[in-house]
């Protein structure tokens, strides 16, 4: 078994937070905050994305996309199932998952990585890591993935071939700056590139200077706080893509607000999974 990295200065400052923001606070409302928390629905979140860059051989293709699941306190493996469940109903043609699987600890992921490769896609199931993944053990969470059956890019690529056609997709590791962002879509991304999986949203930058057609990403979780009907005016005031779906020249973001969160309030900003339906326009 890997060693974990449970003794390192980020991973007591992640419990640290944990316990301020989250456990701390739902034991001074009596377990109130939790309750009203798991009370609240996971909506199912339709989209569609054109660009004349998408191919044409996968014209209308159906992506599940999930995001930051944050397994732990306030996602029992239950409410994960239950996400992974609503998703299946959709019968999606790929599903793809952009990392934060976990909150803090690894343990206990497995059920919910063989949900959403029992979701059996016809192109199958991908996910990257975000920076939850990293803080206890990486490397557990990359073999219970691999032992699930579901296909995780750690700064690669891979090349999917369905009914004599291929789709290309990338998909990076957790990097926090525009620069590391930069440093590894390079490293994963050509002009072949379809798709590319990066948790966070900053990998947009140099992925539509790639021409890269379409990029998925979480993290931000669109700040678990917005505007009423305005997704896109949130706490996630650090961030320039916050939620929701972004142009630049050919290229496509979409940033979903994901399943799960890190502190136990979401306000006009319910958690989701996303059905998106990648077209063409050539
Ligand atoms: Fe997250």
Redesign the pocket.
Known sequence: MPTSNKSSGKFRRAKARHLLFTTGPNKLSGGRLFRKHFDQSINLHNVTIETPKWPTAFDGLRIGHV??F?LGDLMPINRALRAVELLKTQEPDIVVCT??VVDLYVDGASPLLEALAAIDAPLGTMLVL???DELDCDRTLTTMAKNAGVQILRDASCRINHRGNTLNIAGIDWAKTSKQCRAKVKSVCNEETHLLLSHNPKAFRVASELGVPLTLS??T?GGQVAMPNRKGANLAVARGYTAGLYEKNDSRLFVTV?V?A?FPLRVNCPAEVALITAKTTG
Do not use: C, L, M, V
């Open positions: 995001s930051d944050h990392g934060d975000g920076n939850h979480g993290h979780h994901g799960g890190w």
